[in-house]
């Protein structure tokens, strides 16, 4: 019987990033529901400098509870990759199977902000240019990650992308619940994402240590957009 699926955009997005995929999901009979944090997408008209990551976990821990769904494949990408183990922190009861897309993880088992995966200068240009919209990240113009996207769909993304609330990079998600630590896991690592092959090789580590099921796709940092169809495939093996 196919789960209930929950899937978590990242940084800048809303459930819109998911017009590619979501189609090859459902076709197959799964129910994919794509919420949009809290500042974003078409919930931008809520932004403000105070939304942070408990906003966006709050987010999805209330479309699991309003919508009584259990049983669920949640999956975050990028960013939320913390959003969704907050989720599982908070309601591990409710969920089947953690994906992480190509996402933020905590690496010692211990609470993590998102901050602490950026160099100090790079996170001070960060901070410098989200005073600049009011609170808000703006998209980057360089980010390394487009490798596999058209140019219609890249201009698709840079019109729909908004400032994403840097707020929520400094707030740490806390993690020691036994019953999320033994949720079954995957990570989908995107390998040409424009990290060096050191932080690719700590993800192998990592699932490697905590037994998760490592899944590797050979494109850049937005799979549902530059390969959708090879992500669904990954995806229906774990719904």
Not at 15 to 33: A, E, S
């Amino acid at each position: 019987m196919a789960r209930q699926s929950v899937l978590v955009p990242g940084a800048w997005l809303g459930g819109w990033c998911w017009k590619y995929l979501t189609p090859l999901l459902r076709d197959k009979g799964h129910d994919v529901y794509t919420p949009t944090l809290t500042g974003l997408g078409e919930r931008e008209h809520l932004m403000r400098s105070e939304i942070d990551l408990e906003t966006h976990i709050t987010d999805i821990v209330n479309v699991l509870e309003y919508n009584e769904f259990t049983d669920v494949v949640l999956l975050g990408h990028s960013y939320a990759g913390l959003v969704v183990t907050g989720v599982a922190e908070r309601v591990p009861e409710r969920l089947a199977h953690v994906v992480y897309l190509d996402a933020l993880v905590p690496i010692d088992d211990e609470s993590v902000s998102a901050s602490e995966f950026y160099p100090p200068d790079e996170w001070d240009a960060m901070e410098a240019a989200a005073k600049d919209h009011a609170g808000g990240w703006p998209f980057p113009d360089n980010h390394p990650g487009w490798v596999g996207i058209s140019d219609v769909d890249t201009r698709w993304i840079r019109e729909k992308a908004v400032p994403h609330p840097l707020n929520t990079f400094k707030q740490p998600v806390n993690v020691g619940n036994p019953v999320a630590a033994a949720l079954p896991t995957s990570y989908i690592l995107c390998t040409q994402n424009g990290m060096d092959d050191s932080i690719l090789d700590t993800i192998r580590q990592l699932c490697d240590q905590r037994e998760w099921e490592l899944r590797e796709l050979d494109t850049g940092h937005w799979p549902m957009v530059s390969m959708p169809r090879k992500l669904a495939h990954q995806l229906l093996e774990v719904l």
